[in-house]
């Protein structure tokens, strides 16, 4: 069983910066990755960015690539999505999940 817990989310105005904690507790995925997801109102869930447990490599979507960078601290069983440049179209409830295990997600909204 694996529990993971986002948090983070908020208000911001466009151009401001946000950063989403995902702290993962129960059994480790050494060899996974940890994936961050959005889904908009009336829109389907989408891939954001990704990293892997064990070698760090990285995946992101193009629309966020140069605005957000994921990173983990393997210590703390956490990743990080940090958002900078926000723009209004990055409003969405943001996921993070591995291994068919999802968060409860975290709102992020961004004005215009």
């Known amino acids: 069983q694996v529990q993971l817990v986002e948090s983070g989310g908020g208000l911001v105005q466009a151009g401001g910066s946000l950063r989403l904690s995902c702290a993962a507790s129960?059994?480790?995925?050494?060899?996974?990755?940890m994936n961050w997801y959005r889904q908009a109102p009336g829109k389907e869930r989408e891939f954001v960015a990704s990293?892997?447990?064990?070698?760090?490599?990285?995946y992101y979507a193009d629309s966020v690539k140069g605005r957000f960078t994921i990173f983990k601290n393997n210590a703390k069983n956490t990743v990080y999505l940090q958002m900078n440049s926000l723009k209004s179209e990055d409003t969405a409830i943001y996921y993070c999940?591995?291994?068919?295990?999802w968060g409860q997600g975290t709102q992020v909204t961004v004005s215009s």
């Open positions: 999940g591995t291994n068919g295990y």
């Open positions: 990293i892997s447990w064990s070698a760090g490599t990285t």
């Open positions: 129960g059994r480790t995925f050494s060899g996974s990755a």
